[in-house]
């Protein structure tokens, strides 16, 4: 039963896998969290294969050793993935799909000389060395959680957030057993008990990023009754507060709710530009997400979705530097304050360091803070 329960996991996982590259190859102008995404799916079909049974339970060929790299290969992307997904300002440069194809060479060459050479007796250096190659996946798997966890209380994005713990962290887990289990084996391989396994925990991950990235609207396959469709503008972005409308058309049984959310919404943004433009808490470097919902009295999940919803901002410190950044760029401008060190006008308008305040400024102006100064002032 074993093996045949092995195949049909490992039959559904690939149709899975294929299904999810298919969605994202037919996407012409991919954005790079897509890019990736495509990249560890077709390498996780050929991982599929590589440690089928079948194949692991032969004697040692050359034909195996690209499918071993490319295995070993995954550990990388999906630190990539973990990175690209968590980390908004994150994509991945030149030198981070070096790495990818410099793991799948490490990979190949060592299953397909150092292993042959250790089974030959090698001398213990040797043995060391191609030890060591079998477990750098889990170096990318380690960095894969420090993605996922890094700023996490700051991610306004709730989608993202099941993400963050349920695949990103549950693949790097899965990563770091999967590397220590065939530790426990004498010669590295997977027993047909672990290989299935192994299979069924992959399928799980998969499953759950196929539910988020293949389920259809509501809309898509039913047709909303009219009752319940929103007024046309509804969601649009009022253009001078950035907000949008708190009115929307809802059925009649929901139209007490809704006023009642509508209100609460209404409260809600009145509270935080008070705290956040009169008080200007935002000068507060140690700020969270927690901290002003508790300031304001609000529950947080209300407050992270009302910054995200209502907004635009997918996290906290991008939302607190919008107004960190206006701030700054107002005293550098100013003649009269020329002579103010850089980092005291960042200190002041609540970043903690100079090093975050010279990043976030770059990359909102394209400029550092000293040739902004140095610019406003001779333009005034």
Request: proline share 5%; with cysteine; glycine share 6%.
């Amino acid at each position: 039963m074993l093996p045949l329960l092995d195949a049909a996991l490992r039959g559904a996982l690939l149709a899975l896998l294929l299904l999810l590259a298919a969605n994202l190859a037919r996407l012409r102008a991919r954005v790079a969290l897509e890019r990736v995404g495509l990249a560890l799916t077709l390498g996780l079909c050929v991982q599929l294969v590589a440690h089928a049974p079948a194949v692991e339970s032969r004697a040692l060929d050359w034909w195996m050793a690209p499918l071993v790299g490319v295995a070993m290969g995954n550990a990388v992307l999906f630190w990539l993935f973990a990175r690209t997904l968590c980390d908004d300002d994150f994509a991945p440069a030149p030198r981070h799909w070096a790495a990818w194809v410099a793991m799948c060479a490490v990979g190949a060459l060592n299953l397909a000389l150092l292993v042959p050479w250790c089974v030959a007796g090698a001398p213990g250096w040797a043995q060391l060395a191609s030890q060591v190659v079998f477990s750098l996946p889990l170096v990318f798997g380690l960095l894969a959680i420090r993605a996922a966890a890094a700023h996490w209380r700051d991610d306004l994005v709730e989608t993202r957030l099941w993400l963050r713990l349920g695949i990103v962290l549950g693949g790097s887990v899965y990563t770091v057993v999967m590397v220590l289990a065939r530790r426990t084996t004498s010669d590295g391989r997977l027993t047909a008990p672990m290989a299935a396994a192994d299979t069924a925990a992959l399928l799980l991950i998969v499953t759950a990023a196929a539910w988020l990235l293949l389920r259809p609207t509501r809309g898509e396959l039913l047709a909303v009754p009219a009752a319940a469709e929103a007024p046309a503008g509804a969601d649009a972005v009022d253009a001078v507060t950035g907000a949008e409308p708190i009115a929307q058309q809802v059925p009649h049984d929901d139209s007490a709710a809704a006023a009642a959310d509508g209100a609460f919404d209404a409260r809600l943004a009145d509270a935080l530009q008070r705290c956040i433009g009169a008080e200007r808490a935002y000068k507060d470097p140690t700020l969270s997400v927690a901290g002003l919902a508790a300031r304001l009295s609000v529950p947080e999940y209300r407050l992270r979705r009302h910054i995200n919803k209502r907004l635009g901002h997918r996290n906290f410190n991008a939302f607190l530097n919008h107004y960190r950044l206006a701030e700054a760029r107002t005293a550098l401008a100013d003649p009269a304050q020329r002579r103010l060190p850089v980092l005291t006008i960042a200190l002041e308008a609540g970043f903690g360091s100079i090093g975050p305040f010279n990043r976030a400024f770059k990359a909102v102006t394209g400029m550092t803070p000293t040739d902004f100064r140095q610019q406003s002032i001779a333009d005034s």
